[in-house]
């Protein structure tokens, strides 16, 4: 597979930090929603949250861990695809780098 391009490798890590902060902030959001929903039922939502945080611990180690250029396509393709980068945010890299990570969600469907 190919690296991505200089340009787009910087443009990427300069983002990381946000779309990260921003994921863990969906996960937050998930989070309350249970507990704002537990009502009498602690047991069955402690296993809810259990069972949310090890499915996005997974997807968080995913998108985030061992951050290479050799890496970086599939981490922008799946920052992508869990809707983390919007449109605007990936007009910002080249038309090359727009294109491979849409193929590789497109392959992923």
Known sequence: MRTIPEKDWKQMRSMNAR???DACA????????ILQKRDGRN???YLELWDLIEKEDAE???MFNDLRRSTALIKLAQWHSHGLLSESDLALFTEET???VKAINEFAL
């Open 19 to 21: 779309v990260l902060d």
């Open 26 to 33: 969906r996960i937050f959001s998930r989070i309350e929603s």
């Open 43 to 45: 047991h069955e939502a």
């Open 60 to 62: 968080i180690g995913i």
């Open 98 to 100: 727009r294109n491979t």
